[in-house]
């Protein structure tokens, strides 16, 4: 069956920078677009960036400049570099590929 794994969550000062991960299995991940989509305490989910099968990407106005996604076709990951973090960038993230959604990992930024 589909899993995707993420890691690398965690508690970060304002400023500071997280890497997350997400190793897929169970599916032809070079085929598909994978995403990381977020959710704040009270808010609706909302896309943090995706990248298609090729090497398009996409961002939140939110976080333009201060992430970047990537992913490694071969080892089917995907990842998320988070620098300049602020504290509205709190919230779970989940990496979503093929229409599948991971578990979520937690990301807290402290001011």
């Known amino acids: 069956q589909v899993q995707l794994v993420e890691s690398g969550g965690g508690l970060v000062q304002a400023g500071g920078s997280l890497r997350l991960s997400c190793a897929a299995s169970?599916?032809?991940?070079?085929?598909?677009?994978a995403g990381w989509y977020r959710q704040a305490p009270g808010k609706q989910r909302e896309l943090a960036a995706r990248?298609?099968?090729?090497?398009?990407?996409v961002y939140a106005d939110s976080v333009k400049g201060r992430f970047t996604i990537s992913r490694d076709n071969a080892k089917k990951t995907v990842a998320l570099q988070m620098n300049s973090l602020k504290p509205e960038d709190t919230a779970v993230y989940y990496c979503?590929?093929?229409?599948?959604w991971g578990q979520g990992t937690q990301v807290t930024v402290s001011s």
């Open positions: 990248i298609a099968s090729g090497v398009g990407t």
């Open positions: 979503v590929v093929g229409g599948y």
């Open positions: 169970g599916l032809t991940f070079s085929s598909y677009t």
